[in-house]
Each structure stands twice: as C-alpha cells, then as structure tokens.
C-alpha cells in the first residue's frame, strides 16, 4: 500500500541553542470514500480526505471527500481522534466536492458542476450538534470550478476561488470560462438569516487591455483559442488558491498554470495587479531529471524551473510581509473540437522536431537526446520560443520548482528559494522513496517500487504548506504530494533555515495554534486525499 509515516528529525541553531522541531503522531483515523446500505468502503485513491476545516471551540474536524461525503472528527483526544457522523451531500458521486471550511458555527463547501465548464455552488451548513444530519441552511451559484475557499476572521465574509476550469456544458459545446472570486458578505454572526447577504464577484478583464504585454513579462497564456474565435487572457487566470493579507483588506491569488499572483482589493472587490512569478535557473542549483540513469543524480543543467505555486501563505513576520508558496507545477492540457492541446514536450521530441535553436550550445542540446539526462525531463513548449524564429527554442522551461519560495508580498519580489533542498533531503534520508510516485491502479505497490519515476516530470511535487506559531517560532510544514512526506522548516526572516520531518502522505496541512488546539499543545492537522485519512501530529521541541 503508498502509505507511508516517516519521521526525521534535524538540528537548526537559534539564539545559540540546539533544538528541534520535529512532528509527533498522535492518532489517524481511516474514512471510507462511500457507504453501501451502511457498509463503508474503504479504496486508495478515492479522494475521502480532500480537505478539512477545524472547529477550535468544540474540538471537531470537517473533513469532505471529493466524492460528496462529509465527516465529523471529535479530536478532544488527540491520541484517539474518532468519527462521530457523516453524510452523503447533494449529488454525491456526480459532482466534485473540493473545500470546506468551519468558521462561527457554521460549515461552508464548494462543489463543481457535473460538466466543468459551468457553474459550481457553495453550500453552508450548521455545525454538527451531536445528533441527527447537519442542515443545509445557505446555498448559491458561484464561477466555474470553485476549488478553493476561506473566511475573514470574523467569518463575515467568505472569499471562494473559482478556477474556471475548460469543459463542456453537456450539450457538447466547449467553454473555457473565466476564473474569478466571489464575495459573500454576511451582515450578522448568523449568516443564513442576516438581513442581507451580498454577492460580488471579481473578474479579472482589467488585465486584457494589456495582455500581451503580460504574456511578454511572463504571465502564462497557453490556449489561445481558435482561428476566427480568440480568447482572452482573462479566460485563462485560473485561481488556485487564496490566502488573506492581516488586515484582511486584500487577497493573494495563486495562479498555477499561469505563474502568476493576483492581488484583490477585497474592500472594493477588484483585482489590483498582476504579478508573473519567473523562474529558477538550475544552473544555480540541481535536479534529477530522468528515470532512466540508474539512480539519483542531481545536477546541476542549463534550464529553468516554473515555480507555479499550489499552496500561497501570507505571513507578517519581522517587521515585513512575505508570501510562501509550495511550487508543485502544472501542465495546460486540454481538449477542443476533438483534438488534444498541451504545452508539455519530453526533451527529446525538441530533437525530433528540430525545434532547437542554434544558439543552443552542443552540451545541452546533447542532453535533450539522451534519455539518461534531459530527453524524458518534461518540458514546457510554450515557453523559451526564439524572438526571431518562434518555432525554434533557445531556453528551457521544467514544470515546478521542487520545493518553496519566499517573496516580497508588496511587489513579488524573491527574497529566497528552497533551491534542490527537497529533493536532496529525499536523496540523503530516504533514498529509497526518491521521487516515488502512488499510482491508483497498482494497489498493491510498495513506494520503493516507484522510485525515481517522477524525477522525469515535477520530482516531489511540493503541494501544500502549513504555517503557524510555535515555541517562539515561525513553522513551515511543507507537504511533497508525491513522495509522501512534510518537511518542517522555521522561518528565519533574514536567513530561513530548513528542518527537514518527513511523516506521512497527505493532501492537505493546517496549523492548530497552541490555543486553539485540544490539549494546549501547537499541532498539525493532515487530511491524506489518497490514502483517506485524517492525522493529527503534535509539533515538539527538544533542546538538544
């Protein structure tokens, strides 16, 4: 079975004392992914934890699955956290649950159309109250593909991502609609009966005005549209993900397959700018670019990595305010009128279509032929085009960074990157799950079993962060989707230094204050989408 519970533990020197940070398993529960005349069923790769969402005052998890079951997680225990209800959601098992947050006695969600390109809905709950099935009180419409949402702090507003996902609308017509946020805004703490309840959305038109001046500073415009029927680039910002400023007054929007970062004026709902994240040179660093060379070999290439973040974190910390983003990578796939469209090549099919320019030194474009070195890396074919001859390439463009950065949240400036620190964890550690990869038809697969077949795409895939106060201490948790671990960093906002703590797969982390949690103690919440579990961890200090 690809599971995995790791634990490592590393030394980091702060204020001249040895300590470390590491995580401590407290308790898991398994969740089935559906119910057959109340028999549960339990699967790998069924999406039964897909997120979670915490209730701090009664001590319960949230937690939906991607094919509409609801769950509650009495967590007053830490050590033996337990199931006390679940509950099929509307069209459950023909639609796509994907978020769910608990804020004020109240549990809000958001589900996808059956046919992606239209509308989705959120939906708003009661808290479970110990008995009988939580009612459904508040439900609307909201964009394309809501994949992502979130509450202000005093869960009068609620901030829903809409990806805009391309798909069909059932009657076989293709829409590539607009990603875009929604802002519900409640009058009073009891948000289905406020006296008003307000709507707005933000789109992001502004930006087509000057699209090609975007797409020339590095935003990601892959899918064009058709002859006679061009798109705009506003039908290709895909939100990913959204995290909120301290005063709350402005929202940071990841794009993934864009590259890029909106900022929101959620006073005014209006997007304010666009902010194309760039890429790392791996000529600084390394990676391992193929499954074909016998092993792990990082090295150093003449090539770029994408960042396109999946997780963004805003954090306020020494005096300055800094975004953290987990840089997993992402293809554009898609599918028109029967024909399939991608920006992905291998490094040898640049060979094959003699797509190289001849500025390329002989080095590199040796290494884009040989399956040992750069010709299985995937590679973008949209990016690196030459000015002079577009259908030649001059540089080269990996999917995902392999790890996070730190920028600058007033102007996305880089203050620091991960560089090849995860996957060299990964090769000094746990060798043997390097750049592993679950998948859903080998059941039986041990993680070793996989090793290295993902150095040729986006190697780890660092998915997903949580960050939160610990011991005086700012703590990342970075989550790497594809090799099953987190990785525990404190955050040096000078100099940050890594603390690497692998655990266990998951899907998605967030930080339980010490506050807020059960027993007083900072924690770790983890909901593993394909393993289908919820796992609570303590976040520890030992001076050494």
Known sequence: MAFLTLGLFLCVLTTGQSIRLGLEHLSTVYLPYRYDNGDAKYKMGKGAAEQVGYDPVNKKVYSVGQPGLLNVIDVSDPRSITLLHYQELPQAGQVTYTDVEYCGGFVAL???????????????????????????????????????????????????????????????????????????????????????????????????????????????????????????????????????SKDETKAY???????????????????????????????????????????IHIESWPIYGLYQPDTVKYVSAGGRELLITSNEGNTRELTVNGVDISDEWRGMDFVANNAIANNVPSLLRDALAD???????????????????????????????????????????????SGDQVERAHALYYPSIFNSEYKDEFLHDHPEDTMDETSKKKGPQSESLAVGEAFGKTVIVLGNERTSTLMVYTLDTHNPHAVPEFQTIHRHGRFIPHEDSPDGHPMLLVAGSLSGTVTLYRVINTPL
């Open 371 to 417: 399956e040992t070195k750069l010709g299985v890396l995937r590679l973008s074919n949209y990016d690196g085009k030459s000015a002079s001859d577009p259908t030649k390439y001059e540089a080269f463009y990996a999917f995902g960074g392999r790890g996070f950065s730190i920028w600058d949240a007033k102007n996305l400036t880089q203050i620091w990157d």
């Open 110 to 244: 958001t589900r996808e159309h059956e046919h992606k390109g239209l509308p989705g809905h959120v939906l708003i709950y009661e808290a479970y109250r110990g008995t009988g099935d939580m009612q459904l009180v508040y439900q609307a419409p909201v964009g394309g593909s809501p994949d992502m949402l979130l509450f202000t702090s005093d869960c009068r507003k609620l901030i829903v991502a809409n990806e805009g996902k391309d798909g069909g609308d059932g009657n076989g017509n293709f829409l590539n609609p607009e990603g875009s946020l929604n802002i519900i805004e409640f009058s009073s703490d009891d948000l289905p009966n406020s006296a008003t309840i307000v709507k707005r959305t933000v789109n992001f038109r502004k930006f087509d005005a000057s699209q090609d001046e975007y797409a020339a500073r590095g935003v990601r415009w892959v899918y064009r549209g058709e002859p006679g029927s061009p798109n705009r680039l506003s039908e290709e910002l895909e939100p990913e993900y959204v995290t909120l």
């Open 253 to 295: 929007v990841g794009l993934q397959e864009n590259n890029a970062v909106i900022v929101v004026d959620l006073t005014t709902a209006t997007a304010e700018e666009l902010y194309p994240l760039g890429a790392k040179y791996w000529g600084d660093s390394g990676l391992d670019p193929s499954d074909k060379d016998g092993g």
